[in-house]
């Protein structure tokens, strides 16, 4: 069965500091894979996706990057944070073998303070 | 106009009742339809599938009426554990277009 998990879980980070959240999928080849964004009490922001290996597309401009050196790897990096990056991170997932359904890892909670 | 809007509630209902979210989405070409339950502070996950002629799971029952372009969920016998927030999440084609609302949240209360 397929699987995805991301970390750190949680994180406290000083303004301009740098970020790296990971996140890998198992049991799955060629997925798609997805970084959100839910500040708190709002929606799910889609900041990237990427449909193969060195494959990013962005949705919104930001201070954030991503990049997928391996077929079922997803990093999402900042060089230097600002507070209104805090929120939750999700690492999600689709693939053929799926349909269209979105699965998502189990989230990183990060405060830039 | 947003692309997919809910009503964001709260619904605090008692528990044994019933409860009906409605989600509205704009774009008429959509293809997929999903229902996905997030507990505070944990990730989304899948509730059910939306299908055209409709579908029931246990207590959950989910619609689509193309025609009005919303989808539905209907919780039978409201349980405490059923105390989440409520996601609907329409796919209109391509990689990066999966659109979530922003979720109704349910309180069940004894």
């Known amino acids: 069965s397929q699987t995805i998990h991301q970390w750190p879980a949680t994180l406290v980070q000083p303004v301009g500091s740098p970020l790296s959240l990971e996140c890998t999928v198992e049991?799955?080849?060629?997925?798609?894979l997805y970084w959100y964004r839910q500040a708190a009490g709002r929606g799910l922001q889609l900041l990237f996706y990427?449909?193969?290996?060195?494959?990013i597309s962005s949705e919104v401009p930001q201070n954030l990057s991503a990049s997928r050196p391996q077929d079922r790897q997803f990093i999402l990096s900042s060089k230097k944070l600002l507070l209104s990056d805090s929120g939750f991170y999700l690492c999600?997932?689709?693939?053929?073998?799926?349909?269209?359904?979105?699965?998502f890892g189990e989230g990183s909670w990060l405060t830039v303070v | 106009r947003k692309e997919v809007e809910q009503d964001p509630g709260p619904f605090n209902v008692p528990e044994g009742a019933t409860v009906a979210f409605n989600c509205t989405y704009s774009?008429?070409?959509?293809?997929?339809f999903f229902w996905y339950r997030q507990d505070c502070r944990k990730e989304p996950k899948l509730l059910m599938s939306?299908?055209?002629s409709g579908n029931e799971d246990g207590r959950f029952t989910a619609q689509l009426n193309r025609a009005s372009q919303y989808i539905s969920l209907l919780i039978r016998d409201s349980k405490l554990s059923d105390s989440a927030t409520y996601l609907c999440v329409v796919h209109t084609g391509g990689y990066n277009k999966l659109i979530f609302g922003a979720g109704t949240r349910l309180a069940v209360h004894p």
């Open positions: 990427s449909v193969g290996i060195g494959q």
């Open positions: 774009n008429s070409a959509s293809q997929s």
């Open positions: 049991g799955t080849s060629n997925p798609n």
């Open positions: 939306v299908y055209s």
């Open positions: 999600a997932w689709t693939a053929v073998s799926s349909g269209n359904t979105i699965y």
